[in-house]
């Protein structure tokens, strides 16, 4: 899926959508093109189409008073779904796709926390060294 491209013409058509389509006939939009195209503008444009459709069930769901799951259960599962999780998965492919496409030399790979990966041929002469390091290093 691509993000929304906005031009001119797109952006007087979400206005015509906005101001005189929004609603009518009972039919409402939403999607992330009401905004910046990001996947938090979908959200935020969904739960404005729910308030218009049914005001009194957001109001509801905002007044509802939740438990809140202590912090540090809350980081630990922030840290493993936004940054953990990921780099294995994307370590894994990029891993994945070089052992298939390098046949001929020598690739390694100097990650950091001292991973080292040797990627190709291992009798090749003058392999080529990749130190890989986190933007903040």
Not at 100 to 111: D, E, F, N, P, W
């Amino acid at each position: 899926m691509f993000h929304p491209v906005y031009t001119l013409s797109t952006l007087r058509s979400i206005k015509t959508v906005k101001s005189t389509l929004q609603g009518k006939d009972g039919l409402y939009f939403c999607g992330a093109w009401d905004g910046y195209g990001f996947h938090e503008d979908g959200l935020r444009s969904g739960i404005n189409v729910a308030n218009l459709i049914a005001p009194e069930v957001v109001e509801k769901a905002e007044s509802a008073e939740l438990f809140p799951a202590p912090v540090s259960f809350i980081s630990r599962l922030w840290t493993l779904c936004t940054v953990t999780v990921p780099v294995k998965i994307s370590k894994y492919l990029v891993l994945r796709f070089l052992r298939k496409a390098i046949t001929q030399g020598r690739l390694t790979l100097k990650l950091p926390a001292n991973e080292t990966y040797e990627i190709g041929d291992p009798t090749s002469l003058n392999p080529v060294v990749v130190k890989v390091r986190r933007s903040e290093d």
